[in-house]
């Protein structure tokens, strides 16, 4: 049996007489920048995500950078974040201008840990602390971080929060949708993403009316009315073509969701009583989304291949920590030194997760999974 690790053209087979439809209008009437769709959508998501308002960018990664530009950051603040996060979440940061400072993940959730941020806001002199304006806590894989926790630490310090919500559309914390929480929340539509474009795009939520008018007006050449410019602002604005796929998609969001917990209850069902692996942790009141269903093994390499060998696609998320890479060897950070993230890089698995798996293929993916293990 071949198990893919998505499989989006069985997402797209049936919603495929719609799209064209929506897009044959588009190029009939050749809006294809701004116009009442990319509005219409706004107002859609910003339901989705229980925030007052979203604003439709190019990307995840513009949505997270116009954040911190509309925030205000200087030259020389500082951030904190993960570094188990995809590159986009620390490029942001520096391209606003800001300096990445990371703090290790929580062993259990995987995201930012409440206890290792207030050890070090509260280890720090009062000349350094007064450069970390905000944190991003990234809810990775569709879980998100524990919010509580984070807000009073940064309530404490008079920080800014802002939730990278990419891999985390209508994930819950005690009944609060991703991207709701914080001062705003940033979400991708990367094609792979739980609702993704057929292209690029992302989008803002936020409850802070300035704010959102700040992030519309970056996207935008700094203009609010055309050719009449407040500020420099960028090329960041997201296309009806895609807006069009999006308000189709939405609308199967909840319904996709719904398969991807049941999925994931599946695996977890079947893997119950297997040893030597470690299943997603679900934090009491927590609704994850399950963007990736992500277990943790040794031998990980060898089991990735020997699941392969079987037609199981497997990935990697993140296979090497963002303090590692040679993009950051300017910050000097030595191996070690965030213990946790080091721990899960070399052991973490992506079993295929996508709405569209079947049960049989599941149930394959579980008995391969423990043949391969020898358990
Ligand atoms: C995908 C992703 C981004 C970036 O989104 P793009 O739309 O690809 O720019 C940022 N952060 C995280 C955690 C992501 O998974």
Same mark, same amino acid.
Request: charge should be positive; aromatic fraction near 8%; charged fraction near 20%.
């Given at each position: 049996?071949?198990?893919p690790f998505l499989d989006l053209k069985a997402q797209h087979a049936p919603l495929k007489e719609e799209i064209l439809q929506a897009w044959s209008k588009i190029l009939d009437s050749a809006g294809f920048v701004g116009g009442r769709v990319i509005t ?42 993960v570094p188990n996060t995809f590159i986009a979440t620390t490029e942001a940061i520096t391209q606003a201008g800001g300096l990445v400072s990371f703090i290790d993940i929580d062993p259990k959730t995987y995201t930012l840990s409440p206890e290792r941020l ?54 819950? #914390?005690? *009944?609060?949708?991703? $991207?709701?929480? %914080?001062? !705003? &929340? =940033?979400?991708?539509? #990367?094609? *792979?993403?739980?609702? $993704?474009?057929? %292209?690029? !795009? &992302? =989008? ?164 391969s999974l423990k043949e391969v293990c020898g358990s």
């Open positions: 049996m071949e198990v219409e959508f706004e107002q859609e998501f910003a339901i989705a995500c229980q925030t007052k308002y979203s604003i439709a960018v190019n990307s995840g990664t513009d949505a997270l950078r116009f954040i911190f530009l509309a925030l205000g950051l200087q030259p020389g603040d500082m951030v904190i974040t207030a050890e070090r806001l509260a280890g720090m002199s009062a000349v350094e602390r007064k450069k970390v304006k905000g944190i991003v806590p990234v809810h990775l894989y569709g879980q998100m971080a524990d919010m509580d926790a984070l807000l009073a630490v940064a309530k404490k310090y008079g920080l800014w929060v802002v939730e990278d919500a990419c891999q985390a559309h209508l994930a819950e #914390y005690k *009944g609060h949708k991703a $991207g709701s929480l %914080g001062i !705003a &929340g =940033a979400f991708s539509f #990367y094609p *792979g993403k739980n609702i $993704g474009a057929c %292209g690029e !795009a &992302g =989008a803002v939520t936020t409850n802070d009316e300035k704010l959102a008018n700040r992030v519309k007006i970056l996207r935008d050449h700094g203009q609010a009315q055309k050719y009449y410019h407040d500020i420099e602002g960028y090329n960041g604005r997201c296309d009806a073509v895609q807006v069009a796929a999006l308000q189709i998609k939405l609308k199967h969001l909840p319904g996709w969701t719904e398969k991807r917990r049941q999925n994931a209850a599946l695996y977890l069902e079947q893997l119950k009583d297997m040893k030597g692996i470690v299943l997603p942790y679900i934090a009491p009141g927590s609704s994850p989304v399950y963007h990736l269903f992500v277990i943790l093994l040794d031998n990980r390499d060898a089991v990735m291949e020997k699941l392969k060998q079987k037609g199981i696609s497997a990935g990697l998320h993140y296979p090497l920590p963002l303090h590692l890479q040679k993009a950051y060897s300017h910050l000097k950070i030595a191996p070690g030194a965030f213990p946790v993230t080091e721990h899960c890089a070399a052991r973490l698995l992506s079993l295929p997760m996508f709405p569209e798996l079947t049960k049989e293929q599941i149930t394959y993916v579980c008995s």
